[in-house]
C-alpha cells in the first residue's frame, strides 16, 4: 500500500514539477497597459523577449521559455485598438479600448490549473461565442480557452474586455 501511496505523490508532485504556472494577474494588467511601456514592462519586468510588431504598432508579440524547453513556452499577442476620438464640453481628445490577449501556451501548461484558477477568482463559466472554445465571464473580462491543442500540443486562450 505504501508503495502505491508513494508512486502516487511522485507521479502528482513531477506532472505540478514540469507544469508551468499561468499568471492571471500579469493577464489583467495586460489589457490595461500602454503601449509606450509593454517593452520595458515585458521584457525588463517578465522576462519576455519581443519577437515581432505587426499592424502599424498595434499588435506586440512576446515569448518566453522556460529551461530552454520549447514545452514550457508561452507566447504574448497583445491587441491595441485604434484611437477612438469623443469630444466633451467642446473639446476632442481620444481614447483606446482595453486590450485584447492572444496567448498560446505550449503542452507543459495545465490547462485544468488554469480554468480552476479562472474560477477560483469568481469567473463563471459560460456558452461560448466561438466554436471550440470553453468561456468564463466576469465583470468586463472574457477568457476563451481552446477545446484542443493543436497539433504541436499547445492551446490557444484569449483575454477580451470591454
Do not use: C
Not at 8 to 20: A, C, E, K, R
Not at 107 to 122: A, E, H, P
Amino acid at each position: 500500500m505504501k508503495k502505491y501511496i508513494i508512486i502516487f505523490l511522485v507521479f502528482t508532485l513531477s506532472n505540478l514539477i514540469y507544469s508551468q504556472e499561468f499568471d492571471l494577474n500579469l493577464m489583467k494588467k495586460l489589457t490595461k497597459i500602454s503601449f509606450f511601456s509593454a517593452d520595458d514592462f515585458m521584457i525588463e519586468g517578465y522576462g519576455f523577449e519581443k519577437i515581432r510588431e505587426e499592424n502599424d504598432g498595434l499588435k506586440l508579440v512576446y515569448a518566453r521559455h522556460y529551461n530552454n524547453d520549447w514545452d514550457n513556452t508561452i507566447i504574448i499577442s497583445i491587441l491595441s485598438s485604434k484611437p477612438i476620438q469623443k469630444e466633451m464640453n467642446g473639446l476632442k481628445y481620444f481614447y483606446r479600448k482595453p486590450n485584447v490577449l492572444d496567448i498560446k501556451v505550449a503542452q507543459n501548461y495545465n490547462i485544468r490549473v488554469i480554468k480552476d484558477s479562472i474560477l477560483s477568482r469568481g469567473f463563471e463559466y459560460i456558452d461560448s461565442p466561438l466554436a471550440g472554445f470553453t468561456a468564463y465571464e466576469k465583470e468586463k473580462y472574457t477568457y476563451l480557452i481552446g477545446k484542443e491543442p493543436n497539433k504541436e500540443g499547445g492551446t490557444q486562450i484569449m483575454l477580451i474586455t470591454d
